[in-house]
């Protein structure tokens, strides 16, 4: 399990997580969400026809207003409060709840489906599954999402390397293989876009990793010479105004049994 301040390090950077991490495809959130109708005993969502949607360890609000744009009813979750602050401040009618993946504080079967974007990786999974299985109906939905740097390109490869980005599609679809004993067989889906970024968009960027955010001053500086001398260096890069960032974004499904 990853350490706690690593997890919680992006409350102080809140504003610029939100300005400079990518969103979602929305052919990948479909995907998540296909075939889930809300069931016909739950008058409130069956009367809107919206399903119910947990986005867990929400952050700034990225996949919330990504899932609201859907026309889904949306209630997000998040344990950093400076995280909280920035969902609140940027997403109209949202109020955000504090909780976390082993603690949220929505009734048993509340949800017909429960997401969580870029954020799995740092569950304690082992109390987190039957939290979400608890707050989920059964026959509703858990969807991991991850956007991930498309490592096959060189460039981005070096980048990955210099800012100590780890996760890859092959390592979690590894990694990943069950929800525990309430959920259904794991289904896999990847979707592929681009984020068109100027150079300092990308600087900025890279200081939204949690990495960077826990780094020493010096660290942080070697990273930030290391990103300025791939811009200026790298073919692909040099004496361009912008970069075009290739993700691949990986969906995990799930159904609870």
Known sequence: MTEPTEALSFGAAAADYDRFRPR????????????????AQAADRAASGRPRVVDL???????????????????AVE??????????????????????????????????AVLAGQAYHWFDRTAAHPEIARVLRPGGVFAPIWNLR??????????????????????LRQTVTDFGDAFGPLEWAEFTHTTEL?????RG??????????????????????VHELLDTHP????????KLPYRTLVARARRT
């Open 24 to 39: 979602y495809p929305r052919a990948a959130l479909r995907w998540a969400l296909t075939g889930l109708a809300p069931p």
């Open 79 to 112: 344990p950093d409060p400076g995280m909280r602050a920035q969902l609140a401040a940027a997403t109209a009618d949202v109020r955000p709840l504090a909780g976390s993946a082993e603690s949220m504080p929505l009734p048993d079967g509340y949800a017909d």
């Open 236 to 243: 692909d890069l040099a004496g361009q105004e912008t970069v």
């Open 150 to 171: 498309d490592d096959q390109v060189t460039w981005v490869t070096e980048l990955s390397r210099i800012a100590e980005i780890g996760d890859t599609v092959d390592h």
């Open 198 to 202: 100027t150079r300092d968009d990308l």
């Open 205 to 226: 960027l890279i200081r939204t990793r949690s990495h960077y955010l826990t780094a020493t001053p010096q660290r942080r500086a070697d990273v930030d010479r290391e």
């Open 57 to 75: 360890a929400a952050g700034t609000g990225i996949l919330t207003r990504d899932l609201l744009s859907l026309g889904h009813q949306v209630t």
